[in-house]
């Protein structure tokens, strides 16, 4: 079964960084993309990232270009986020999720079929 699990959030002061993981098991990262999603309370879910299981190709949200970068481990069956910069609107609890279609480009796709439990991060000072 498909199966995803964040890790690495936590809280960071604006400026500073954190590395998200997701692991995922029931299928194989050139199977299957992955996607980052993140969510605040009282606002719609926003595709973040994400990165093709067919060529490795990867996308982001215009608020997070030229700070955040995914990237796979293959040999892990893991996909991270890197998150650079961060700021206190980046605050929100982050999700990687997958679903048999191609990764959105722009914006990336925000809905998924499977999901993990997500992780927070909080910027703040």
């Known amino acids: 079964q498909v199966q995803l699990v964040e890790s690495g959030g936590g809280l960071v002061q604006p400026g500073g960084s954190l590395r998200l993981s997701c692991a995922a098991s029931?299928?194989?990262?050139?199977?299957?993309?992955i996607g980052w999603v993140r969510q605040v309370p009282g606002k719609e879910r926003e595709g973040v990232s994400c990165?093709?299981?067919?060529?490795?190709?990867?996308y982001y949200s215009d608020s997070v270009k030229g700070r955040f970068t995914i990237s796979s481990d293959n040999a892990k069956n893991t996909v991270y986020l890197q998150m650079n910069n961060l700021k206190p609107e980046d605050t929100a609890v982050y999700y990687c999720?997958?679903?048999?279609?191609?990764?959105?480009?722009?914006?990336?796709?925000?809905?998924?079929?499977?999901w993990g439990q997500g992780t927070q991060v909080t910027v703040s000072s």
């Open positions: 999720a997958t679903r048999d279609q191609f990764c959105r480009s722009s914006p990336p796709e925000p809905r998924y079929d499977y």
């Open positions: 029931g299928f194989t990262l050139d199977y299957l993309p």
């Open positions: 990165i093709s299981s067919s060529d490795g190709r990867t």
